[in-house]
């Protein structure tokens, strides 16, 4: 794997939003694809509670907020997150993911 920069490294995993069904999966750092996430984690539900507080009764907007607060919660960065997204659909050896951590793209 590429050594970046302290701090804008790809993390092990982060979470994302499986566009097919609207749930919360996992991103593993070098898998293609994502892992499902155990839906009955009670973290998972506190947080998809909380978002649902702070997105309204929009499901998809409180998906995000879910998802974002998750990524927070492990310290990925939205930078990260997509860079991590890219790599699990395109290779995390294509050139885009290291632009995408240095702010290229």
Known sequence: ????PKGNKLPTHCYT????NNEIVILNRGLMGYEKLDLKHAKYALMLKQAYLLGGSDKEKAMEVTRN???????????QHEAMLHGSFYGFDNPAVDKILKGEV
């Open 69 to 79: 607060l998750m990524n927070e919660e492990i310290g990925v960065t939205k930078q």
């Open 17 to 20: 939003i499986d566009p097919k």
């Open 1 to 4: 794997m590429t050594e970046w």
